[in-house]
Structures are given as structure tokens and as C-alpha cells.
């Protein structure tokens, strides 16, 4: 039982640490990663007047990011 037992903590070792990498954004890959499409809100100026109609329709700001009330409706 104990080789079966090593060979999973070898295994599970080498999956974790092959994981691991310690090379970072290359200089040629910046250039995409600071594209407009590759921020988070890549037209705040479309996100704020979305959340201008949603808010003068709703009457309520806020709340844009996450669904559900913990009551299970969405």
C-alpha cells in the first residue's frame, strides 16, 4: 500500500509544481494585453449610460455586477 501511496504524492507533486510558471508577459505580448478590448470596462462611456437608463428606469443604482437576491430568483 505504501507504493501506491508514494507514487500518488509523487504525482500529485509534479501536476502542482508543473503548474507553477515563472515566466512572465513577454515585451511583443503588452502590446495586446493593453488593447481597449482587453480591459474590464472597455466603454465606460457605453457602461455609464447603461447604468443611467437602469437607473431611471429602476430607481435604484448599484447592484450591477452580481444576480440573485439569496432568495433563488434571479
Known sequence: ???????????????????????????????????KKMQLEPYPLDSFLDDHIYFSKEGSSGGRGAGGGGCGCN
Open 1 to 35: 500500500m505504501k507504493p501506491i501511496i508514494l507514487c500518488m504524492g509523487l504525482i500529485s507533486v509534479s501536476l502542482i509544481l508543473g503548474g507553477c510558471s515563472s515566466v512572465g508577459v513577454k515585451a511583443w505580448e503588452r502590446g495586446h494585453l493593453a488593447e
